[in-house]
């Protein structure tokens, strides 16, 4: 499918990272998935984003999905969530496309000390509605022809991100952005090579 | 109480909560198992939120051991059990194992003992299908209700066929390349459809769903059946000539489609395939046409070989062109 499931606007803090404003489209996962998948798509790009140099671009593979992450060399970082079907070179165009407008709407001095999604930024949803189809993408052939493709960082696994001696198992064992329910969840979907699917 | 003893009351007790949601709701909109790890005590594992119904995992082995137990039992009477039983039995089952055929043939006979009406029976598929979109056995159940409908009601409406391409579409969209559920559509269309409108209007439905899913393979499948299938019913109800015209403009139009996409997706194979596919029906409807198309396709190598894109899908087009139409590019 051709899908945005996740964008967020994040903040690079020298330790952690906040997400300044985030929207999801998580129509097509099942009711009781939705609230899991939700906290971990959030979980998940923070976690990118802290692992991501600055002034960096990166595209991560992960089952089905793909993470798409560009961190301003001023901390300012934005994250998508597709799937595989979407096209990097368009997901990458609106990665710095949010990041100019998000600049221009909220003054930089705020960014550092905003607390967790409380930031009000609503072109971040339209656009996540406006790019389900990626043909709105001619629009942007300017800022196209800025991009590098061959600067991307590609990884074929979240775990590769990870500094020696983490284990995303533990990471989230020890995570405070997710319920006990999530965890579980993560628990049951690693056990079965899964994801949000269960098989008895 | 023994261990076991305590382990069917237990199912016996989710069993009931589940009979009850059941008589009670008719518009159950989802089923699902939610994974919790341990049992809170004297907590009932089922889970009823806002039409959708969801089951503990934990509860699963105790609920699934009990009802296949009995279910055999209930085979191996010579003495039929009661039809409510059954029902409860293979309901629970299906819910949990969606593969099991025994359970849906015995489904089938509460179906013909009028114990069951086929519009709850397809209802009942079809929330199965929300889970397990990707189940063989699900559309066979399916397609036996219709056939059953059809013997005693007559050629389904434009409503009810409507409703059961969007289904396919909607299991289509659940689980990736559901051979199955294109494979349903077909016959749905074949039996139901075979129309040059019906086709037409699958030709628009088709088109919106591979622009969303472009490496689906199976979806292009069913694409391919349709353009074929127009073609023929061209060929039916007009003059030869007139009718290779007509399906010589699909073609065309359909090869405009496949480059917009090639622009806009890199790498995807279902999309190269797709195009030896038209190039292939081109050739056969017009061979004269063989110089005309080659020089089309050579441009459109060329462009690409230029920008560098898709270079491992270039090289397999060029090699079957080579192949199987003795097209050389050098």
């Known amino acids: 499918m051709v899908k945005l499931y996740f964008v967020a606007v994040i903040y690079k803090h020298d330790r952690g990272s906040t997400i300044l404003k985030s929207c999801a489209d998580l129509t097509s996962f099942g009711y009781f998935q939705k609230k899991s998948v939700g906290e971990f798509m959030k979980f998940t790009s923070k976690m990118i984003v802290e692992r991501s140099e600055r002034a960096s671009r990166s595209s991560i593979k992960e089952q089905e999905y793909l993470c798409h992450a560009y961190v301003r060399a001023d901390n300012l970082a934005s994250v998508i969530i597709s799937d595989q079907d979407y096209p990097n070179r368009v997901a990458h165009t609106l990665l710095s496309k949010i990041l100019e407008d998000f600049s221009v709407a909220i003054p930089s001095q705020r960014w550092a000390s905003a607390a967790e999604d409380s930031v009000t930024f609503n072109a971040l949803d339209i656009y996540l509605v406006k790019y389900q189809n990626p043909q709105e993408a001619d629009a942007m052939t300017k800022l196209q022809r800025d991009l590098d493709e061959t600067k991307i960082i590609l990884h074929e696994t979240i775990s590769s991100l990870l500094q020696r001696g983490e284990k995303l198992d533990d990471l989230v064992a020890k995570s405070d952005d997710l319920s006990a329910q999530s965890k579980v969840f993560f628990k049951t979907a690693r056990k079965t090579n899964q994801c949000c699917q269960y098989y008895p | ?330």
């Open chain 2, 1 to 330: 109480m023994d261990t076991s003893d305590e382990d069917t009351s237990l199912a016996k007790r989710i069993l009931r909560d589940l009979r009850i949601i059941f008589d009670r709701e008719t518009n159950l909109l989802e089923f699902d198992i939610v994974p919790v790890e341990d049992k809170t005590l004297n907590k009932s594992p089922v889970i009823f939120e806002d039409h959708r119904l969801g089951l503990e995992s934990w509860s699963i082995k105790y609920l699934y051991t009990y009802c296949y137990h009995e279910f055999l039992k209930t085979r191996s009477h010579r003495a039929r059990s009661d039809s409510a039983t059954i029902n409860e039995l293979t309901r629970t089952l299906l819910l949990i194992n969606p593969e099991l055929k025994t359970a849906w043939n015995c489904r089938k006979q509460l179906v013909i003992d009028k114990y069951l009406t086929i519009q709850d029976e397809l209802t009942f598929c079809q929330l199965l299908m929300r889970r397990r979109s990707k189940n063989m056995e699900n559309f066979t159940h399916r397609q036996w209700l219709i056939q059953m409908m059809v013997k005693t009601q007559g050629h389904p409406d434009t409503n009810f066929i409507n409703n059961e391409l969007e289904l396919c579409l909607e299991a289509a969209r659940r689980y990736q390349s559901n051979y199955y559920a294109w494979t349903y559509r077909r016959w749905v269309v074949q039996t139901y459809a075979y129309n040059l409108n019906a086709c037409l209007h699958e030709m628009a439905t088709s088109k919106a769903w591979i622009e969303r899913h472009i490496s689906d393979y199976s979806g292009f499948g069913y694409r391919q059946y349709i353009i074929v299938t127009i073609g023929s019913l061209y060929l039916d109800t007009q003059d030869k000539l007139l009718a290779y015209e007509d399906y010589e403009s699909i073609l065309v139009n359909e090869m405009d489609l496949i480059n917009d996409l090639l622009r806009i997706h890199c790498n995807r194979e279902s999309l190269y395939l797709h195009r030896r596919f038209v190039v292939s029906q081109l050739l056969s409807i017009d061979g004269s046409k063989d110089k005309e198309l080659y020089d089309r396709e050579k441009d459109f190598i060329i462009q690409y070989l230029q920008i560098g894109r898709d270079k491992l899908l270039i090289e397999r087009l060029i090699r079957w062109y080579q192949r199987f139409l003795n097209w050389n590019f050098t």
